[in-house]
């Protein structure tokens, strides 16, 4: 119900409304506990937003689809998904995308049980974290890095 009102809202939105509409519809789905509802509007979301006008929106589309995925445990998905949405904020001013996609890559890289590439992951998203502000988040990285590298020795 809240989902459809989002999108009963489009018009309102401007220029790439109904891109913004069916993401909102789908996170606000999700929440409300209906995840199948949730996953419908986001996987239609990130096919209108590789269409239109809303591009910057598609790799916070690509995150939220992912992160059903890995709840499903449907790691190859959910690993597909937030590599495309790598692809797109890699190297970009938005560091805080960037970071939460290369953790929750790292993330379902673990669930796969490929250590390694784990390590790795965590690995670029420390070398990304900058600042005064990311020092905690730098040293919970390092700690998974350590883990990650010695689950792969013990494999």
Do not use: W
Request: charged content about 30%; some cysteine.
């Amino acid at each position: 119900e809240v989902a459809r009102h989002a999108l009963d809202l489009t018009p309102d939105l401007g220029d790439g409304g109904e891109e913004g509409a069916l993401y909102h519809c789908g996170v606000f789905a999700t929440m409300a506990g209906k995840e199948q509802e949730g996953l419908d509007f986001l996987e239609t979301a990130r096919d209108a937003c590789a269409e239109g006008s809303a591009r910057g929106l598609l790799p916070e589309v690509l995150f939220n689809i992912a992160q059903i995925k890995l709840r499903r445990e449907e790691f190859g998905p959910a690993q597909s998904q937030l590599e495309q949405a790598l692809s797109l904020v890699a190297g970009g001013a938005d560091r805080g995308r960037e970071l939460r996609v290369l953790e929750s890559l790292g993330q379902v890289l673990s669930m796969r049980g490929d250590h390694q590439g784990a390590a790795s992951r965590y690995k670029q998203a420390a070398d990304r974290a900058v600042g005064p502000q990311a020092k905690q988040l730098r040293a919970s990285l390092r700690k998974r890095i350590a883990e990650e590298r010695k689950r792969a020795a013990s494999g």
